[in-house]
Nanobody, 117 residues
């Protein structure tokens, strides 16, 4: 049972990346999935989330640039990141929380996104 985050890399400012959060051993559509990020030398922060019913939430800093989506057939949640800025540089983590839960049940290992200016 695990959550696997992938898709990070090095991109120039203004570019795009798509991160994936793939679940194995459990059905992701029964969980809310959240993306967090931790910039170098800073604390972890909320980026975006999608509930099992499809409702989405975004941090103000990424609204209009990032899109979270889920593909239940692939048991995967995606984070499409457009118009990337150097301040988006961070390790991105996904986490899954069961419906009605108060704590995250599973965490991905993190994937590094570096945006050069």
């Amino acid at each position: 049972v695990q959550l696997q985050a992938s898709g990070g890399g090095l991109v120039q400012a203004g570019g795009s990346l798509r991160l994936s959060c793939a679940a194995s051993g459990f059905t992701l559509d029964n969980y809310a999935v959240t993306w967090f990020r931790q910039p170098p030398g800073k604390e972890r922060e909320f980026v975006t989330a999608v509930k099992s019913g499809g409702s989405t939430y975004y941090a103000d800093s990424v609204k209009g640039r990032f899109t979270i989506s889920r593909d239940n057939a692939k048991n995967t949640v995606f984070l499409q990141m457009n118009s990337l800025k150097p301040e988006d540089t961070a390790v991105y983590y996904c986490a899954a929380k069961a419906i009605g839960g108060t704590a995250y049940d599973y965490w991905g290992q993190g994937t590094l996104v570096t945006v050069s200016s």
